[in-house]
């Protein structure tokens, strides 16, 4: 009597099967590569399948009585189980994980161990080894015949290429035309930050569409960050503009509950300036300067885990959490370079290939739901799109590693954020134009001025005849008569052009480009030519705010730091270049200051403190510096024709305004009250405002569209 042999036990899941006892993971008979403690907690998991295993279940039968990094040898040994099963954290096909509980196997298992496997028997006449032969040459046989029209067709499709995404269609979800960035989702709302009165504010609206509605925070300005793996908690941090521009401005993290609860703050990490929490909920990553740090969900147990060049920004996790993705840039509004880096901190490098890279850069990524594909922004020629990398290969067919176009336009296109489910992706497009205009003083309200170009910054000739100014979006320095006529431009790409000023005898002006990638400098343009030259050699530190003196001899203008990110007040102040010599000399006393501005009869310059909350004012002929006004947040000063007021704009009650103050005296008045317009913002990442010489405020009014979008993808 033959006796069966007992197998080992086996289970099957999908393609896969495990042998518990040999300890070995197949597919389709192939032996995988997963050993050790990974294999340990798959067998685990089976074993109490559709089961919550909880984390401190896992620590008990693995390492019961040694001390090692719990959280770090669990989330290695969940990802390499998740990357042999080519399973994602997004959207789980077998290991879920349950943030902040523990992982299930929810796959359909088979148990098929146990039972030896009943070899059949055939009659023939043959003798057993010639039966055999034929047996096996007769089925290789058939096998040909079946496979070969499979293999060609397989053969043909596997080197054809696979095709690019595209966008299937567009929808709009959002119509109230107020500026837009940092989208998330958490399935059926989509959230973001939007502009109100210069207040960042955290928004919502419905994923397919609606009412936008602002989510309470307890801090003026919110940047949202994530949303979290549960989808009932976002991420974000509280900043403020009114600690000028040599003050860091991002405070601490905070978690706000959705739909409704109080805010919470997260650890020890003031000055963050972007951060994510991991597929599985239990880490948290979050950059400060050029330094990343990893930490437990809450911001506790924070540890730094490597040093980037530049500063660090759009932190993301990988679905499978084994590595980070992050923009950099050097100082400022540099170009930005998306990089990578191991969850380790090690295996630092570019993200992608060289050839690509372009000024401004490109930023803000994030992965798809089933993590085949990684969405990002790229800028190029004053618009943005986004762009996609294909991340996964599989063994037999190689997809291409370079950058696939998902938007060519008619809008600039932003912000990706891939839905949880299908191949839907929320942005945020916008059609960029402004329309200039000034307060009428008869009817205290804004009409449009030069027939309401899309400009700015404009700046008149002391004869009145003539304007100087920047389009926009496009930043080109154009000059023409009061009228529209003789309209010349004076500058071309790559040159950005910001703060023209006329000089006093109409024939040049001094303008500051602002090409992201290199530091701030002045040019002196011809106003009958257009023929340009720089004011200064090379160097490293920036310069803003030109402006002539009443003879027209010499430029003044403003000395910053690189990047204006510092964060030392006395590393701004103003200089006076000699135009006849070259000479620069500082003036004493204006350290911490910047946006200088003479008065046009000559006897005095007035400039703000680097925090904005002083409107100072130099004594030219006493060379004394005095206060003559405080305020919250000033921008832009213009001085009237007749040197009696300096118009700016600060932050009221009620909203930004444009007040004027008195030179003699220091009263202060308000002029106009700027709540509810939409403005575009320039290179200063501030609203421009400026004066026409009978003394009416002009500003730039938005007229362009920036909405949330949803695009139904078709993604090979």
């Not at 086996?10 to 403690?37: C, H, I, S």
């Not at 902040?100 to 146990?114: H, N, P, S, T």
């Not at 994923?207 to 960050?225: D, K, M, Q, R, Y």
Request: aromatic share 10%; charged share 20%.
């Amino acid at each position: 009597m033959n006796e069966a042999v007992r197998a080992p036990r086996l289970v099957r899941f999908g393609t896969f099967e495990v042998d518990l006892r040999a300890g070995e993971l197949r597919k389709y008979g192939m032996k995988l590569k997963l050993t050790g403690q990974p294999f340990q907690v798959l067998a685990i998991l089976l074993e109490r399948c559709g089961e919550v295993v909880t984390r401190e279940e896992l620590q008990k039968q693995l390492w019961p009585d040694t001390f090692v990094d719990v959280e770090h040898n669990l989330n290695t040994a969940i990802s390499k189980i998740r990357e042999a099963l080519g399973d994602s954290t997004e959207s789980p096909r077998f290991v879920e994980t349950l943030p902040r509980r523990g992982y299930r196997f929810i796959g359909l298992v088979e148990d098929v161990g146990g039972a030896p496997r009943a070899e059949s028997t055939l009659v023939s006449h043959f003798p057993p080894n010639v039966r055999t032969g034929i047996r096996r040459g007769y089925l290789a046989a058939v096998m040909v015949i079946v496979a070969a029209p499979i293999l060609v067709a397989a053969y043909i499709w596997l080197r054809a290429p696979l095709a690019p995404p595209s966008v299937l269609s567009t929808a709009q979800l959002t119509s109230d035309n107020r500026p837009k960035d940092s989208v998330a989702t958490d399935g059926p709302r989509v959230y973001f930050v939007e502009t109100v009165n210069e207040r960042a504010v955290l928004s919502q609206v419905s994923a397919s569409g609606g009412e936008v509605t602002a989510i309470p925070t307890p801090f003026v300005n919110a940047w949202l960050h994530d949303v979290s793996p549960v989808r009932s908690e976002l991420l974000v941090d509280s900043f403020n503009w009114e600690g000028g521009v040599a003050t860091k401005n991002q405070g601490p993290l905070w978690i706000v509950p959705t739909p409704a609860g109080p805010a919470r703050r997260v650890g020890d990490t003031f000055g963050a300036r972007s951060a994510a929490w991991s597929p599985d909920g239990e880490q948290l990553v979050y950059t400060r300067g050029g330094e990343i740090y990893l930490a437990k969900w809450d911001g506790s147990e924070s540890h730094k885990l490597a040093t980037v060049p530049g500063q660090a920004s759009f932190v993301r996790f990988s679905p499978n959490g084994t590595h980070l993705r992050f923009a950099t840039r050097t100082e400022g509004f540099f170009p930005f370079t998306l990089r990578e880096i191991g969850i380790e901190g090690t295996g630092l490098r570019p993200l992608l290939p060289a050839g690509f890279h372009q000024a401004p850069g490109e930023c803000c990524g994030r992965w798809s739901a089933d993590g085949r594909y990684y969405f990002f922004t790229a800028y190029r020629n004053g618009r943005s799109d986004i762009w996609a990398l294909r991340e996964k290969s599989s063994v037999l067919r190689k997809s291409s590693t370079e950058p696939l176009p998902i938007t060519t336009g008619p809008l600039s296109y932003h912000s990706p954020a891939p839905a949880l489910n299908g191949n839907r992706l929320f942005v945020i497009g916008e059609r960029q134009r402004a329309e200039l205009q000034r307060l009428d003083l008869s009817s205290g309200q804004f009409v449009p001025f030069l027939n309401g170009i899309s400009a700015g910054e404009i700046d008149f000739s002391r004869d009145g005849q003539w304007v100087a100014y920047i389009s926009y979006p496009d930043n080109l320095l154009w000059r023409s008569r009061i009228d529209g006529s003789d309209k010349l431009q004076l500058t071309y790409p790559p040159m950005a052009a910001a703060m023209p000023r006329w000089s006093p005898d109409g024939k040049r002006i001094a303008f500051v480009d602002v090409v992201p990638g290199r530091p701030q400098k002045i040019f002196l343009a011809v106003a009958e030519s257009g023929i340009v030259e720089k004011l200064l050699p090379d160097e490293q530190s920036w310069e803003d705010d030109p402006g002539w003196s009443p003879d027209g001899k010499s430029l003044l203008y403003a000395h910053y730091p690189p990047g204006v990110s510092s964060g030392r007040a006395d590393d701004f102040s103003v200089a006076e270049c000699d135009l006849h010599t070259g000479k620069i000399s500082k003036f004493a006393g204006s350290e911490g200051m910047f946006a200088p501005r003479w008065s046009p009869d000559g006897r005095h310059i007035s400039t703000f403190s680097a925090d904005k909350q002083k409107l100072m004012l130099l004594d030219v002929g006493a060379r004394k510096w005095a206060v003559l006004a405080t305020g919250k947040s000033m921008q832009y000063p213009n001085w009237t024709r007749d040197s009696n007021y300096i118009y700016f704009q600060d932050s009221g009650n009620d909203g930004p305004e444009i007040v004027r103050v008195g030179v003699s005296g220091g009263k202060r008045e308000r002029v106009a009250a700027l709540t509810d317009i939409p403005r575009v913002l320039m290179n200063s990442q501030q609203p421009w405002n400026g004066i026409t010489p009978d003394n009416s405020p002009l500003i730039m009014r938005d007229v362009g569209s920036r909405e949330v979008y949803s695009l139904e993808l078709q993604l090979p």
